[in-house]
């Protein structure tokens, strides 16, 4: 990649961006009369639990644009040199949605996706007017990078400007190998960015191949995407982490509203980075590998379900329910799912139309009491 300019993929636009400034930039203490908020205080009964919860924070003063502790904490969690290799965003949702917005021209650019992938990729390509093209990943039960295609596919398609990677992938709970992403992120014909989303990266077992974080000092290219949604169990707070060259991370950071994080996301998620929190964090993560072990075994003995797809890295487990002559079956993976819903209170996801996930059931791995009620039911409708 020693050629690669990330302004000549940057959006025109983007780089002429003189981004929003506020009085608080270079006054932030004193009589705070700059920002139209209210000096009365939150409207908030003050024994109210959300007026105690929030003690301290001055929620009635705009947020913290800059972030720099809260990215301090998560660049030592994650083995980063600093602060500017962040751009933090209301969930990774709203990573993903910037990356589009910096780099592609609406009309004009495409991404590439490699499904069976998350879906928000392509949702966010339509919302920005961004053409989708596609390699599908191995359909070996794998799930992992076809890498020829994906050059194909670069070759022909020159208006790629960011390819997005699902590490472990989703719905597939497949890890890429390493070595296929490095390829990915060192294609000679290649002049754009390369996403890779570890939304589910703490759940694969120590040992194994782990996060791509660290490369972003040898790659000029890569964006790491990653969430406190998932291993940390703050799905509600959203906070979503870009983790990339301090120059990426400079023109997401120029895009971004002025104060997308609130003072309450930033307060919880570095409670959760504090080494209390962090212990919680790895038991939690210990236990879901446990249960995820416990139900891949349980599913052995349902006679209805057939192959676990995948590699099995993820908080969620991938399955195959089978019809009276074992092969895989939407119909009948369909019927179970709303069987469950509507008349046992079970929710699960269907991904039987995702390619290469025929009559698949996803299944997130809950508690052990949660998983009994997984097991029982799939019993229930399956071993007949
Ligand atoms: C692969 C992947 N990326 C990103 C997200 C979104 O995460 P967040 O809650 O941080 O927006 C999800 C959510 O399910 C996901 O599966």
Not at 53 to 72: A, M, T
Not at 181 to 197: F, H
Not at 251 to 274: G, W
Not at 374 to 381: A, G, H, P, R
Request: aromatic share 8%.
């Amino acid at each position: 990649m020693s050629t690669f300019s990330v302004k000549s993929i940057v959006r025109p636009n983007i780089l002429a961006l003189k981004p929003y400034r506020c009085a608080r930039d270079d006054y932030s203490s004193g009589v705070l009369l700059d920002a139209n908020e209210n000096s009365f205080g939150p409207a908030l009964n003050p024994t109210s639990d959300a007026a105690v919860s929030s003690e301290g924070l001055d929620i009635n003063r705009y947020p913290d644009p800059h972030q720099h502790d809260l990215k301090n904490l998560i660049a030592k969690f994650r083995n980063i040199s600093g602060p500017e290799h962040f751009f933090l965003g209301v969930g990774s949702d709203e990573v993903i949605d910037m990356i589009f917005r910096v780099f592609c021209v609406p009309g004009k650019d495409a991404v590439l996706i490699t499904p069976p992938t998350y879906g928000m990729y392509s949702v966010c390509a339509q919302i920005n007017d961004v053409e989708v093209q596609k390699a599908t990943l191995t359909l070996d039960g794998q799930f992992q990078l076809n890498v020829e295609e994906i050059e194909k596919q670069v070759e022909a398609h020159p208006n790629i400007k960011v390819i997005f990677l699902c590490s472990p992938g989703n719905p597939t709970g497949s890890a890429l190998s390493h070595e296929s992403m490095k390829r990915v992120l060192s294609m000679p014909n290649y002049k754009g960015i390369v996403a890779v989303d570890e939304a589910y990266v703490d759940f694969i077992e120590a040992g194994k191949e782990g996060s791509t974080a660290t490369w972003v000092k040898d790659y000029p290219n890569l964006i790491v995407m990653q969430t406190m949604s998932k291993s940390f169990g703050l799905a509600g707070v959203r906070l979503g982490v870009a983790i990339t060259t301090p120059e990426i991370a400079s023109y997401m950071n120029a895009t971004k509203a002025p104060y997308n994080i609130a003072s309450t996301t930033s307060r919880v998620a570095q409670e959760a980075l504090q080494p209390q929190g962090l212990e919680i964090l790895h038991k939690h993560i210990a236990v879901m590998l446990q249960e995820r072990s416990r139900l891949l075994e349980a599913f052995k003995s349902i006679s209805g379900l057939g192959r676990v797809l995948g590699t099995n890295d993820s908080n969620f487990v991938l399955v195959e329910v089978l019809d009276k002559e074992g092969k895989p079956s939407n119909d009948r993976a369909y019927n179970v799912y709303t069987d469950m819903a509507k008349r046992q209170g079970l929710v699960v996801r269907f991904r039987g139309s995702e390619v290469g996930c025929e009559g698949c059931l996803r299944i997130t791995v809950g508690t052990p009491e949660e998983n009994d009620v997984v097991i029982k039911l799939l019993t229930e409708q399956l071993n007949s």
